[in-house]
Structures are given as C-alpha cells and as structure tokens.
C-alpha cells in the first residue's frame, strides 16, 4: 500500500511539473481551450493526475476556468508589477529568517558566484550573470526552509519566468546590490538584509512602470 500511495504521488508530481513545464514555453496560446483528452494522450497519463495538476495549477494562477473549458492565462504588464511587489515582500522576509542563521560557507558561496559572473560578463559572457542571479534569489528561498514562503516565492517566480528570460536592470546596477544584501548576511543582520532585498527587487517595478521592459546585460 505503501508504495502504491509513493508511485501515485510520484506521477501526481511528475504531471504537474510537466504540465507546468508546458504552460511556461508558451504551448497553450491563451485564446485557445487546453483540450483535455489531447493532453492526457501526450502526457500518456489518465484524467485523475490531469485533472489534479490542472487544478493545483489554477490554485497558482497559471490556468483559469470557463463555461467553455480551461485556458493558460495571459499575463500582463499589472500582473508583472504585482508579482515583483510579492517577490519584494516575501524575498525580503526571507532575508530576514535566514540572516541569523546562514552559515560562512554559504555567504561565501553566494559572494563567489557574483564575483565570478561580473568578471565574466566583464570578459563578454552575457550569460552568466543571469544565470548567477536566478542561483542567487533561487538560494534564498530555498534556504527559507518554510513550505509556505518557499511554495509562494515558487509560485511566483513561475509566473516571472514565463513572461522574462532576461535581466531588466544592468549588472552595474545590480551587483552593488547583491553584493550589499550579502554583506549584510555575514553581518547577520537581518532587519537590512529584508531592507535592501525589498530595495533590490522594487527597482525592477520602476523600471517595469516607465515602459523600459528590454532586456539588461
């Protein structure tokens, strides 16, 4: 019995982390009604698990239903506003949790990665200074160890990265930044950790509100 609840959650996870995975690529053009008997054939799994992740889907925002059946939602300029003011919130509440008790390695580890990313993008690789951001802001949600901070920074990094696959703001810009709510961090200090992360991630809706929406390296 035990094993059968394992194998069910498992597919359960799996169908929703696919179907996720699809909504974000942009595979259901939002005009379009998902039909459902299609997708259980691609997926190659029965309505139940679907049925599941579509629903826990919705709880996210990423679906909505109609008398007409369910469509991706379409996300607009509002919406991105509003998810970075979440983000601002809840990464800056993060901060804040884990300012007393993150240990030395990891202040290390994350100072690492910036110094690394802005030289190389010093030396041309546009590329790794996104990649180091998204580990950056990826590490301090995760490091929350709430399930229900984690679940809700999840949710809306989702929705930010089916919208963006860039930076908004320049690393000259940012690094400064990062590179302070770090120094607070070792400082454990966590009251301007949550200060400068708010700081940091509210930037962006300033930028996102002049209409300067292309993409920063």
């Not at 959650?9 to 169908?15: C, G, I, P, Y």
Request: hydrophobic share 40%; proline share 3%.
């Amino acid at each position: 019995m035990h094993n059968l609840e394992a194998a069910k959650n498992t597919l359960d996870q799996t169908v929703y982390l696919k179907l996720r995975e699809m909504i974000i690529n942009g595979e259901f053009p939002p005009e379009q009604v998902i039909i459902q008997n299609q997708l259980t054939e691609t997926l190659g799994v029965s309505r139940t698990p679907l049925r599941k992740a579509m629903a826990e889907l919705e709880m996210e925002g990423l679906l909505y239903r109609t008398a007409k059946g369910w469509y991706a939602k379409k996300f607009t300029l509002e919406d991105m506003i509003s998810v970075f003011e979440l983000r601002a919130v809840l990464e800056g509440l993060a901060c804040r949790l884990i300012a007393p008790v993150i240990e030395d390695e990891k202040v290390i580890y994350l100072r690492a990665i910036f110094q690394s990313a802005y030289q190389k993008r010093q030396e041309n690789d546009k590329d790794a200074y996104y990649a180091a951001d998204k580990k950056f802001h990826n590490f301090i949600a995760e490091e929350t160890k709430d399930f229900h901070l984690s679940r809700s920074l999840e949710s809306c990094k989702v929705i930010q990265t089916s919208l963006t696959q860039g930076l908004y703001r320049s690393p000259d810009e940012t690094y400064p930044e990062h590179m302070a709510i770090i120094d607070a961090l070792e400082k454990k200090d966590g009251d301007l950790a949550e200060e400068l992360m708010r700081n940091h991630v509210r930037a962006t809706i300033t930028v996102l509100k002049s209409g300067d929406t292309s993409i920063h390296y």
